[in-house]
């Protein structure tokens, strides 16, 4: 278990976006805690393969390749 302390408009903007969701207010600051950690993950991976040297691909081959455009 976690407490942190909010500001009143933060708190009312999580629970806005609860009912929206229909779940709890605990529930939507999982959601965005997961997505955060996600894009961190996908960051760090971007850089190692940055690192280690690939071959890139340029954008171009990139959407022909994965976008069918």
């Known amino acids: ?3 942190i302390s ?3 408009e ?3 903007a999580l ?3 609860a009912f929206k969701r229909k779940t ?3 529930g ?3 959601e965005l805690i997961y997505e955060h950690l996600e894009d961190e993950a996908d960051i760090r991976d971007g ?3 940055l ?3 690939g071959e890139a691909m340029d954008w171009e081959a990139f959407k022909k390749e994965y976008l069918d455009l």
Do not use: M, Q
Request: hydrophobic share 40%.
């Open 47 to 49: 850089l190692k393969a």
């Open 28 to 30: 939507v600051v999982r």
């Open 10 to 12: 933060e708190y009312e």
């Open 15 to 17: 629970r806005f976006a």
């Open 24 to 26: 709890s207010v605990a």
């Open 6 to 8: 909010l500001r009143p």
């Open 1 to 3: 278990r976690t407490t």
């Open 51 to 53: 690192e280690e040297g």
